[in-house]
């Protein structure tokens, strides 16, 4: 889908920047309406800067500190403006005391704490500010960044669980390169050298491996220039709407990663859909800024169909329903949450029931790579020995035989 990058005006006429990712711009427009934008301008952004693509993000720990200082300061029940004047004070970080004293300004200014959010979309993504802005119109910003704070904890610690899956694989695999390159480097080439300078025909192992470690040694800059080129161009590549649709169709359609990759984001969905529903923001702004946290470039068009639904009179059960992406139970608890008037609690027990297939998936992938692993590693080392006493064999048995 898209990126825009748009110009806008709220309705006291003051201008709005920001981007968003759409089908077109007429969707684009239909979108700011809902969040009491009239569309100005729109251009599509379809390369990164320079600057925008080096230039380091704000990390989800120092949003975390953020919101924790944030939510210091209505529990101290002093004004916001001399609490952000206080924590900015006594803050050693840089980049989080030039973000406070950005918000300082701009709520001492006359701007509200959404507003000022919402002209850092680099550091405060999209859900962030509608929480902030629901709970500005109710009352209740003091309840919103608790909410925010909760789901911001919840976030590191399902990333820290799927991270801790992988370190096993990506362990395993570092070291059989590592172990490669030093064999093919350092080990072969010495023994090569006696074998080639032996009078027996040298088996097909040995010369495979010879012909690997002479290749290695002498076009190695070659390659490892490749290789950083490969990297920048994908890089790049996949910053374009193209490529990231491209790449993120692929990882959709792999027989055991797909699965995952699918279960990852929506169970960081339907999280997010339960805290944004839960802090009093409109239904239609929930599921746009829910879809807008899904990371999978081609989920997350398909997830901005249930929003268009909605605006268009259709339920949220009919909706996923005609999206078909859902498990049927999911799509059931969903339309009896919506019935009964208890969504907030269905989208919780949907989101549970991700969190618990999400790490029997990663066990289903562990299951499939494990054994190709302990075959790539027993290949590896059939290999090397074939080629090391096959030769040896060579010349024993020609010495043997004179």
């Known amino acids: 889908m898209p990126v825009f990058k748009f110009r806008a005006l709220d309705h006291l006429a003051q201008e709005k920047i ?28 379809l390369l990164p800067g320079w600057k925008e693509l080096f230039q380091p993000k704000f990390s989800e720990q120092k949003l975390r500190d953020f919101t924790y200082l944030l939510k210091l300061v209505y529990v101290s029940g002093i004004s916001l403006l001399s609490g952000l004047q206080s924590i900015m004070e006594g803050q050693r970080d840089p980049e989080i005391r030039d973000i406070i004293k950005q918000l300082h300004d701009g709520v001492e200014s006359g701007k509200s704490l959404s507003e000022c959010l919402e002209e850092r979309p680099a550091v405060f993504p999209e859900y962030y500010v509608q ?23 919840w976030q590191a610690d399902f990333t820290k669980t799927v991270r801790s899956f992988f370190v096993y694989p990506l362990t395993i695999l570092s070291i059989l390169i590592l172990l490669g390159g ?33 290749f290695a040694q002498h076009y190695y800059l070659l390659l490892g220039g490749m290789a950083l080129a490969a990297f920048v161009v994908i890089k790049l590549w996949s910053r374009t709407a193209e490529g990231r649709k491209w790449l ?22 339907f999280k997010t859909l339960a805290t944004l529903y839960a802090a009093g923001l409109e239904i ?26 909605i605006a268009g009179g259709e339920t949220i059960h009919r909706a ?24 907030d609690s269905a989208l ?10 999400v790490p029997e998936t990663i066990k289903k992938v562990f299951a499939v790579i494990e054994p190709l692993t302990v075959v790539v590693m027993g290949g590896m080392v059939l290999l090397v020995l074939l080629a090391i006493f096959l030769p040896i064999y060579s010349i024993v048995g020609g010495i043997h035989g004179r």
Not at 135 to 150: F, H, I, N, P, R
Not at 248 to 269: E, F, M, T, W
């Open 18 to 45: 920001g981007t968003f990712a759409a089908a077109d711009e007429p969707e684009l427009a239909h979108f700011l309406s809902l969040q009491g934008l009239t569309l100005v301008e729109a251009q599509q952004a």
């Open 131 to 153: 929480m902030v802005r629901a709970g500005e119109a109710s009352g209740t910003l003091d309840k919103s960044v608790e909410g925010l704070l909760s789901y911001l904890e």
């Open 284 to 309: 239609q702004q929930t599921f746009m800024a829910a879809t807008a946290v899904v990371s999978n470039q081609v989920l997350r068009e398909r997830l901005a169909a249930v929003p268009r639904a």
């Open 248 to 269: 993120d169709g692929l990882i959709l359609a792999l027989p055991v990663v797909g699965p995952l990759v699918l279960k990852i984001n929506l169970s960081r969905y």
């Open 182 to 214: 030093v064999l093919v480097i350092f080990v072969f080439p010495g023994l090569m050298k006696v074998f080639s300078k032996l009078d027996v025909a040298l088996p097909m192992p040995t010369r495979i491996l010879m012909g690997i470690s002479a």
């Open 348 to 357: 919780l027990r949907v989101c549970s029931i991700y969190d618990r297939e």
């Open 320 to 343: 996923m329903v005609n999206l078909g992406m859902f498990q049927g139970l999911v799509v059931e608890m969903v339309g009896m949450g919506e019935k009964t008037n208890n969504l």
